[in-house]
């Protein structure tokens, strides 16, 4: 469990502390219906700014977030005085804004193996002291979007937020993973795709603008570092890549591979793609590609960001390279760097392409 909002995407393994028995007074009940009517007087109209910066909102955005869900987090924010793309972000990284097909995330009284539930993640405990009735109905519902993302938006403002959104987000969820996904897709949804991240040291900063090649983090070597230069799509393939760090190699990613408990090579290749908007879901779920698949898959050639190797011969295999650093479930004799004894969707540093197998090389259209 976590402190607050149990996360559910990947990777499910993140350890985190639970809150504990929360005690509710009279004073703090005054709060929050003040709090609630404050909220419902956002709802129901646009905000006229954002406080906290973010005014921006990119075309990933617009292309990623459906308008209802974009409403919410922009008037939650307002009325927060926070940065609308860090709820965006977190509404991503959690449940997808709403489309996560977990019954957790959208069935009224579902919840995950930890107790959470609601497009944003809310343990019942956390969410008896944050939640807000943003809507008006006279229910403070976690499963309801609009109540879920001003009630992030209270948690974050309790733990930290404006003045440290670090903080704010690690309380949200107990994982360096975390915080630096949650970071990056606020920075793709608002428009500053090379924005900076304040989780990154000043050495992994210089590494994230050299140039248009990832690398790997100078203190976390699960961490792939964005360069300024990469494409929104091919930035959202590393953040998507970096969100898988630490899961096991298996087959569970099969047919569906989000929240999934492990990848195998070929769901690791569907999960980056889906997550990146390069395949729609449900086209991954209806087709469940193999590795055999992408030897025809895409372009033919290696692509100028992306290039997709995979195999039959002398067994089946796909990985992708992304901004020059390789995502693959392989390793035993195919690294070199900090993730060279761990199986399972990792980021590779070996300086060329493994030669125990003939690949094909094909490319993502326009990448």
Known sequence: MTAGPLTKSPPPTTLAASFGALVLGAGWLAA???LGLMALS?????????????????????QQIPAVYLRFYRQA???????????????????????????????????NSAGAGGPMQFLASTWARYGVDADGDGRVDRWDPADAIFGAARYLRAS???ADYRRAIFAYNHAGWYVAAVERWAALYRGSEGGEDA????????????GGRAVLSATDGHLALIPTAAPAVVQAMIVAGNELQGLPYGTAGHPDPRGALSEDCSSTVNYVLYRSGVRPIGEIVRSNP?????????????????????????????????????????????????????????????DHIPTWAHWSVRHPPGL
Not at 43 to 61: F, K, Q, R, T, Y
Not at 291 to 309: E, F, K, T
């Open 32 to 34: 929050t219906l003040l």
């Open 42 to 62: 956002v709802v129901h109209g646009e905000p006229a700014s954002l406080a906290g910066g973010g005014n921006g909102v990119s075309a990933v955005a617009q």
């Open 77 to 111: 924010a307002e009325r927060y005085g926070l940065d609308w793309a860090i709820l965006a972000g977190i509404g991503r990284v959690e449940c997808d804004h709403g489309r996560d097909p977990d019954p957790a995330c959208t069935r009224e009284g579902a919840v």
């Open 160 to 162: 930290g937020a404006p």
């Open 199 to 210: 989780s990154l040291s000043a050495a992994d900063r210089r590494g994230s603008e050299g």
């Open 290 to 350: 193999l590795a055999q698949d992408y030897v025809n898959w895409g372009l033919p050639g290696p692509g100028r960001w992306v290039s997709i190797y995979a195999t039959t011969s002398p067994s089946d295999h796909v990985f992708m390279v992304i901004a020059g650093l390789r995502l693959d479930t392989s390793h035993n004799g195919t690294d070199v760097g900090p993730n060279r004894f761990e199986a399972g969707p990792r980021w590779r540093v070996l």
